[in-house]
């Protein structure tokens, strides 16, 4: 489903923030991503994220709003 190309610019922008956590960089999702990591391969998790991103994504652009990302706690 959906544009193959995009889905693929997605999933290796997500193989990047796996990279990039598992290299000790402090990014706003790395909790999330970490805890993902200690249960599930990191292909998986790769995917997850690129799927995670996609309706972030999708949301913003069907409500015409700006991205406002969470505040961390």
């Known amino acids: ?35 993902l990591l200690e249960r599930r391969p990191a292909r998986v998790v790769t995917v997850a994220m690129a799927d995670k991103t996609a309706r972030i994504v999708w949301a913003v652009m069907t409500r015409g709003e700006s991205y406002r990302p969470q505040a961390v706690a």
């Not at 190309?5 to 999330?32: E, Q």
Request: a positive charge; hydrophobic letters at 45%; glycine letters at 8%.
């Open 1 to 35: 489903m959906g544009d193959s190309y995009l889905r693929k610019l997605l999933v290796v922008g997500a193989t990047s923030v796996i990279r990039r956590v598992r290299t000790g960089a402090s990014l706003a999702s790395a909790d999330w991503v970490r805890t």
